[in-house]
Each structure stands twice: as C-alpha cells, then as structure tokens.
C-alpha cells in the first residue's frame, strides 16, 4: 500500500511540475528565437534601406561591401534579391536554394516580415533565415534575405531546459523522499494494527494497538479498536467462565443427585420401576459427560498455550495401547501404522493425546462390531499428520460441516453414549496448535479423521 501511495503523490507531483515547467520551456525558446530574430530584423532592415537605391539604379557596389564587411564580422550570410527571386549581391557561402530560404523570400515579396522558423527548438539544426521587403515608393522591389547558423541559440535554449529538468527532478526526488516519509508515518499504525488483529485471531487475547502513531484519525481508531478488543475479550473471558464455574459447580449437586438415585434401586421391586431407575442413572451418567466436556472446553479455550515439541509416533503408540482394551471389549481390530523413526511436531501440550483419544473414541464408539480402526503417523507438507480411519457408516458432506459445532450429533448416533463436544475440543486444540483439522469419507466406507501439526526439528 505504501507504494500505490508514494506513486500517487509522485505522479501528482510530476504532472504538476510538467504543467508548470512545459510552458516555462516554451517561454525561454520563444524569448531566445524572439531575441536573436529582432537582431537579425534590424540588420535586414537597415540592408534594406541600402538596396533600394541599388536595385533602381544598379549600383551594387556599397551594398556589395556592406553584405560582404557583416559577413567577415558576424559570419551571417546575407543577399539582395529583385522581383524576379534572382539574387543581386549576396555574401560568400549564403545558401539561396533550401526550402526554408525560398519560403521567406516568397513571403518578403509579398510585402511581409519573414522568419524561418518562428521557434528554435534545441532539436533542429537549420538556420535562422530572416527576409524584409525592399520597398521603393510602396512598391516591393526586391527583398534582403539573411541566413544565421542557431547552434549558440539551440545550445542556450538546451541548457535553460536541462536546468529546468535538474530543478524538476531534484523536486521529484525530495517529493518522493518526502512521499515515503509520510506514507509511513500514514500507514504504520494500518500496519500495527493488521499485526495486532492477526495476533488477536491467533489466540493472543491481550494484543493491543499503540495509540500514540500516525495521524489523529488513526489514533482515535486505534483507541476504538482497543476499546473493542477490551470488550469482545472480556465479554468471551466472562461467557468461558460461566460455562467452566457452571460445570464445576453442578457436578456436585449431580452426584449427590446420582447417589439418591442409587439408593432408590433396592427398594423397586417391580421391573418397570427397574428399568426407569436404570435409565435415571444413565442420563445422570450423560449428564456427567456433557459437564466434563464443557468443563474441558472452557479450560482449553482460556490457556494461554505453550507450544511444546512432541514426537506424535511415540504419542500415536500410547494412546492406541490405552484404547486396545475398549476396542477389543467391543470386538473392533485396533491397529497402529508403523511409522519410520521418530515425528517431532509443534503443539499445544496434551494437544496430540487429547485429539488421538477423542478420534479413536469415536471411531470405536461410532464402529461397526468387527471393524477396523487404524491409527497412524505421516510427514505431510512440511509438517506432521496424525489421521485416524476407521471403516464404520462414516458421515455425508453436509454432516461433516457440522460435526465440529458444540453439541452437534448425527441423527442416526443420538442414542450413543456422548455429549457432541468431542470433536468440538479437537478443533479447538488443532486451531491452537496453528494446525488443520479435515475429515473426509474413507473408502469403501468409513471416516478418515485427520490433524496436521506443524514440523519441529529432531
């Protein structure tokens, strides 16, 4: 941005400078032609006045001397033409026969002043020609033609516009310097306050904008933006609290709801009271699982979380080794994947437990008896993948955006032991581990479940 700026105000600056420094130009090349043309205009005039007694009578010889003394002198060619464009008298060398030379004499005929050209542009390389008429009782009888090299004049002209074009750029460079300078202190709060905003998407809570940088509209910004921070983190810091001091004051009551519960069962004789009592203490035992799993959410989501190195084969290993009882007890083949060497990644500590023991949860829970759930570690994209398959009913597209919203279940698991907050605490854990989470459908059926880490050095 810094440099769509500075390229804004330099253009600016250089369009500006053009508009005023292109008539300037034009000015002194005009003020140069104006004054070497008045020069040559009186001479031509003052020949003029000599030739018309030449031309009548047909004595040449003083303008003969006049011609040939203001050439020795000056070096300007000049020559005496009658009506009929033959020259008279003409100094050695003067060239009769160009182009611009014909045309101002035709004009000087005519009874006119002549300048060939009007304007001596540094880029041209003819001569300055000047032709009067020669009147005789107001008739033309001839004309006097003076031909004088412009490199003087061109070389003037072309150090006035060098100097213009120094001035010009030296203008240019200390609007750019100056363009930098206040870009800069426009755009480093916009860039503090990026940084600040990506930090506070991040996790970091406590990311704060200077409020003392740039202009006072960006101050007052950054005072605004603080002010929100300080809101959106205290109102979250508020809402994660509730949950966790809700969840951990219920569990008490609970269990005491639970053990009420327990002792009203040798008293039901009858097997329909059995059975209700039976489902009472399944529902105290979800109702358990649901306050477990938000006292965990809460917990997760206000760490503040150290990044740690952990070796996900070595993790992989422990965690299917604690869910082998579970998954035989429910006749589900538990596999781990060899893995060659060591997997160091960058994680949350815990994180890579707690998302293995989540998935293989629910890979085992959601399985089919006699299935198949593997467990294994991949060096992926300059990273670590811990992906977890199984080979159970898996879930469609639409179930697979949904599955990481707290409480979410599929319609057809809503009888299986859980709270839906599983998958919801492994999101959180991958996000705050500056990692991914995906899942997709396994084939031929199934759901691969699997977290990216990023790499750490052995």
């Keep these: 941005m810094r440099r769509r700026l500075v390229f804004s105000y330099s253009l600016l600056m250089i369009l500006v400078l053009l508009a005023l420094e292109t008539p300037l130009a034009v000015t002194l090349a005009n003020r140069e032609t104006e004054r070497i043309r008045a020069d040559r205009l009186a001479d031509a005039n003052r020949f003029a006045s000599l030739s018309g007694p030449a031309l009548r009578t047909g004595t040449v010889s003083a303008i003969t001397d006049e011609l040939r003394r203001y050439h020795e002198l000056y070096g300007i060619g000049a020559a005496v033409i009658d009506r009929e464009r033959r020259p008279v008298v003409a100094a050695a060398g003067t060239p009769l026969d160009s182009e611009p030379t014909a045309a101002a004499i035709f004009g000087a005929l005519a009874g006119r002043q002549m300048t060939v050209p009007e304007v001596l542009w540094p880029w041209q390389t003819g001569p300055l020609v000047v032709a009067v008429p020669v009147n005789d009782g107001g008739e033309v009888i001839g004309a006097v033609v003076t ?114 519960v327990e002792e009203l069962g040798p008293s039901l004789t009858d097997s329909s009271g059995r059975d209700e009592h039976r489902l009472a203490l399944e529902e105290t035992d979800r109702l358990a699982q649901v306050l477990d799993g938000l006292l965990t959410l809460a917990r997760t989501e206000r760490a503040r979380h150290t990044m740690v190195r952990v070796d996900a084969a070595a993790v992989a290993a422990s965690r299917v080794a604690a869910w082998q009882p579970l998954a035989n007890h429910r006749g589900i083949t538990l596999t781990l994947a060899p893995t060659a ?90 996000d705050a581990s500056g990692g991914r989470l995906t899942m997709h459908p396994a084939a031929p059926t199934g759901l691969t479940a699997e977290a990216w880490f990023r790499a750490a050095e052995a």
């Design 147 to 260: 031909v004088s090299a412009t490199t003087r004049v061109r070389r003037t002209v072309t150090v006035w516009w060098v100097a213009l074009a120094a001035i010009g750029l030296l203008a240019v460079s200390a609007g750019v310097m100056t363009a930098f300078r206040l870009a800069g202190w426009v755009l480093r709060p916009v860039t503090v306050l990026d940084v600040v905003t990506h930090d506070i998407a991040a996790g970091d809570g406590k990311a704060r904008v200077p409020t003392q940088q740039g202009p006072p509209e960006l101050r007052r910004l950054a005072t605004s933006f603080n002010e929100m921070a300080d809101a959106v983190a205290d109102a979250l810091d508020r809402q994660r609290a509730f949950v966790a001091h809700a969840s951990h004051q219920l569990r008490n009551p609970l269990t005491a709801l639970r053990l009420r």
């Design 341 to 430: 060497g060591p997997a160091y990644a960058h994680a949350v500590r815990t994180a890579i437990d707690q998302v293995l023991d989540a998935l293989v949860d629910n890979a085992i829970k959601f399985g089919r008896p006699g299935g198949r759930v593997e467990v294994s570690v991949h060096r992926l994209d300059g990273g670590v993948a811990v992906r977890v398959t199984d080979d159970g009913p898996g879930m469609t597209g639409a179930q697979l955006e949904s599955s990481t919203e707290r409480f979410w279940r599929a319609p057809d698991t809503q009888n299986i032991d859980g709270a839906g907050l599983g998958l919801t605490i492994v999101a959180v854990l991958v």
